[in-house]
């Protein structure tokens, strides 16, 4: 019965074929489980223990990746050893890549504004008032163009050709900095009287 089980065929695949896969899936789906309630609570105890923030950040990036990102993960390598539909299989990959990009994306983020706070910290010690307006502006700046490169690398997974909007940006930012050299020398400047610290919030300015 068993091996007439094993040697049974459907859909392009024999029993063995769907057997492995199960296996698998169940192996992965296990073995995420155990990472996440066991070898993440650990880590995330010998993380507090130290001085190394960034420690404390990756254990909490991992933490925010929630199961259906693991499913879709243990789904994908499942099904490589399965004879499934094109549609199917394009609709797992590109499922798992969204899941893993946005994760991705944030715990990137995450350190964006962390190098922001640390800025802000240092200069909060230094200065009696400070304006962080510029940095916040820069986060932002940062945080998109984060998510727009990842919007481009996901388009090209998904099998879209990414160089004639690559091309486009170019061309588009091209004319947007011709067009707003003032604006853009402005910005420049304000980075620099951020960082240079020729004066402060509060000094008064005699401009000759």
């Known amino acids: 019965m068993f091996e007439e089980y094993l ?84 609709a797992i990959e590109y499922a798992a890549v969204l899941g893993l990009t946005y994760y991705v994306v944030k ?32 986060e932002s700046v940062a945080k998109a163009t984060v998510w727009i490169i990842a919007l481009l690398l996901v388009l090209s997974n998904l099998g879209f050709d990414i160089t004639a909007l690559i091309a486009g940006l170019g061309i588009g930012g091209l004319a947007i900095a011709i067009a707003a050299q003032t604006i853009l020398a402005d910005a420049f400047a304000a980075v620099s009287i951020y960082f240079d610290k020729p004066f402060k919030v509060g000094d008064f300015i005699k401009v000759k």
Do not use: C
């Open 7 to 90: 040697n049974w065929s459907f859909a392009g695949n024999t029993g063995t074929d769907y057997a492995t896969a199960l296996g698998i899936f169940i192996g992965t789906t296990v073995f995420f489980w155990l990472f996440k309630k066991i070898i993440l609570v650990s880590l995330q105890k010998l993380a507090k223990k130290t001085s190394f923030q960034y420690d404390d950040m990756l254990v909490e990036f991992l933490q925010e990746i929630r199961t259906p990102v693991y499913l879709l993960i243990s789904l994908y390598v499942s099904t490589r050893f399965i004879e499934i539909s094109d549609f199917l299989n394009k």
């Open 107 to 138: 715990g990137i983020n995450r350190v964006i504004t962390h190098f922001k706070e640390v800025l802000i910290a240092k200069r909060e010690k230094t200065e009696s008032k400070t304006d962080h307006s510029l940095l916040e502006a820069m």
